[in-house]
């Protein structure tokens, strides 16, 4: 009789194990359909992943761009990076280099215009007067000149940030990227990315199946007894 009943529980513990087990397997493998005799496909194959990649794909990328990765969203992060201000840095730099490259190339050009014919006024002490001179008067300039100017970048810059950001949001296509981004990740790569972070809760469907075919097992033993 405790044969009999520990036969029973065994039996149903490890057809609830195999069972839960095959069926996790089988959401991936095989990755491919599989015929038989390279004619007869057979059910079942490939798994139900790689059947319905495309719709699960699919149904990913839609959710993420309706509720997480949203336009709204998109702009939030942006704003935490505090882009406005690194471009208007970038701006500033830029606008510094172009100032700088200008004076010098003016105080250049003025330099070799002194120089006419056989009389070359181009003396030590007159260049290093005049050169000072020019220094000086483009230094005073440099200040409100940079001011002025970004001044006129930084309001167009506004006036055109916001709506240029809400049409680069739109082009990103949250939707077609992540499909297809999930579409070019290998199969083998999908299931042991998806497997390797559910392994654990993955391990207690299995033997949690055990326990049920378990049980299951203890009610046939009683009721064969019921009919004997």
Do not use: C, W
């Amino acid at each position: 009789m405790i044969f009999k009943f520990i036969l029973f529980v065994f039996i149903g513990a490890f057809i609830g194990y195999i069972t839960n087990y095959l069926a996790i397997k089988m959401l991936f493998r095989p990755y491919r359909k599989v015929y038989l005799f390279n004619k007869i496909p057979l059910p079942f194959t490939p798994g139900v992943i790689p059947k319905e990649r495309e719709n699960i794909s699919e149904a990913i990328a839609e959710t993420l761009e309706k509720y997480i990765l949203t336009e709204e969203k998109l702009k939030e992060i942006l704003e935490k990076t505090d882009y406005r201000t690194t471009l208007k840095k970038s701006i500033e730099n830029s606008l510094d280099e172009i100032i700088d490259n200008f004076v010098n190339d003016f105080k250049r050009i003025l330099s070799e215009g002194l120089s006419i014919g056989k009389f070359n006024i181009k003396t030590a002490f007159i260049m290093t007067a005049l050169d000072k001179a020019i220094t000086k008067g483009l230094d005073k300039i440099k200040p409100k000149l940079k001011e002025k100017i970004l001044e006129k970048i930084y309001t167009t810059v506004e006036e055109n940030l916001d709506r240029e950001v809400n049409e680069i949001v739109k082009r990103a296509d949250i939707k077609n990227s992540v499909k297809e981004t999930l579409l070019s990740i290998d199969i083998k790569d999908l299931e042991f990315i998806i497997l390797g972070i559910t392994e654990k809760q993955l391990k207690h469907i299995t033997y949690f199946g055990a326990i049920i075919g378990a049980l299951i097992g203890v009610i046939q033993f009683v009721i064969s007894i019921f009919l004997e």
